[in-house]
């Protein structure tokens, strides 16, 4: 058991100098999140438009 408080007690005094030594131009920089855009054609909201308006025409 002592060892075992030891342990934790050097992680966490490790955690506080390193939490307190770390400059804000230390901490990484969060990455980029890849653009997210339509998986298929069916779901890009601006070729359905253009669908849409090609084939106004056609329904009569």
């Known amino acids: 058991m002592p060892y075992?408080?030891?342990?934790?007690?050097?992680i966490a005094?490790?955690?506080v100098l390193w939490r307190l030594t770390i400059?804000?131009?230390?901490a990484p920089a969060p990455r980029p999140?890849?653009?997210?855009?339509?998986?298929?054609?069916?779901?890009d909201?601006?070729?359905?438009?253009?669908l849409r308006r090609k084939n106004q025409g056609r329904d009569s």
């Open 45 to 50: 909201p601006d070729f359905l438009l253009d």
């Open 13 to 15: 005094l490790g955690l």
């Open 4 to 10: 075992f408080l030891m342990v934790a007690f050097i």
């Open 23 to 26: 400059t804000p131009g230390d």
């Open 33 to 43: 999140r890849a653009p997210r855009g339509p998986i298929g054609p069916d779901d």
